[in-house]
């Protein structure tokens, strides 16, 4: 059935029109990112087949755009949709990356880093290292990327950090990376590397405060477990 012969409420577009966003549901809503169906097939049954073979929307996100080609290959999702529809949910995901800016957020303890920094680290298929840059008060000023891809010391130099740090006037920084793995056990090369950027810090007078390891919708904080932070 298409979306045209669908009774008027049951119309992505127009429920949308009438009811707001809020009302439709995850496939209602990819449906008009979609736009069209396909032959026998409206874009919302579309959306529903994607949602049926990864899961969620999380899991969408994960998923390169050549990877949906090749598993709706005649399914109705080419190049254009695969595109526009992992566009739509970065968009998505980085408004999450912006609400701080609209609120004063104090860091009192690792857990508030934890919640800022989640949306964003929890569901990538790869590494991201990140510092958060932090006022006189501890409040979040800005976060920024340092470095995507396996975490390894020749990677993430002091220069480099610093350098941002001090461009964005930190009075301190914390360190946050994710592990794509699942495991929250910090690696030796996270150690030494936390080492490093610690060291440097205290030369520099800009402290290091933390370093947090986010994975499966969860963290460990090396300040909370007395790595490094002695």
């Known amino acids: 059935m298409k979306v045209k012969d669908l009774p008027i409420d049951d119309r992505p577009r127009e429920k949308l029109e009438l009811k707001g966003p809020r009302t439709l549901s995850d496939a209602e809503l990819m449906a008009i990112i979609l736009r069209t169906g396909k032959k026998n097939k409206s874009a919302v049954e579309i959306a529903k087949d994607l949602l049926r073979r990864y899961g969620s ?5 994960k998923r390169d755009f050549r ?4 598993d709706f290959k005649g399914e109705g999702v080419g190049k254009t949709k695969a595109i526009t529809l992992l566009a739509a949910i970065e968009l998505g995901k980085r408004t999450t990356q912006l ?3 609209t609120e004063e957020i104090q860091v ?3 857990r508030v880093i934890f919640e ?19 006022n006189r008060k501890n409040v979040v ?3 920024e990327l340092v470095t995507r891809g396996i975490l390894d010391s020749s990677l993430v130099s002091p220069r480099e950090v610093f350098k941002i740090a001090i461009d964005h006037r930190a009075s301190s920084i914390i360190l946050v990376h994710n592990h794509p793995s699942g495991n929250l056990e910090p690696s030796k090369e996270d150690i030494k590397i936390t080492e490093q950027l610690y060291q440097a810090g205290k030369l520099l007078e800009i402290p290091v405060l933390d370093h947090i390891i986010i994975a499966n919708n969860s963290y460990t904080s090396f300040l909370e477990r007395n790595l490094i932070f002695k």
């Open 67 to 70: 990877e949906i080609l090749n």
């Open 57 to 61: 929307l999380k899991e969408i996100a």
């Open 99 to 101: 609400d701080f800016k």
């Open 108 to 110: 009192r303890e690792p």
């Open 116 to 134: 800022l920094m989640n949306p964003h680290l929890s569901h990538l298929t790869v590494e991201e290292f990140y510092i958060v840059i932090l």
């Open 141 to 143: 000023q800005k976060y």
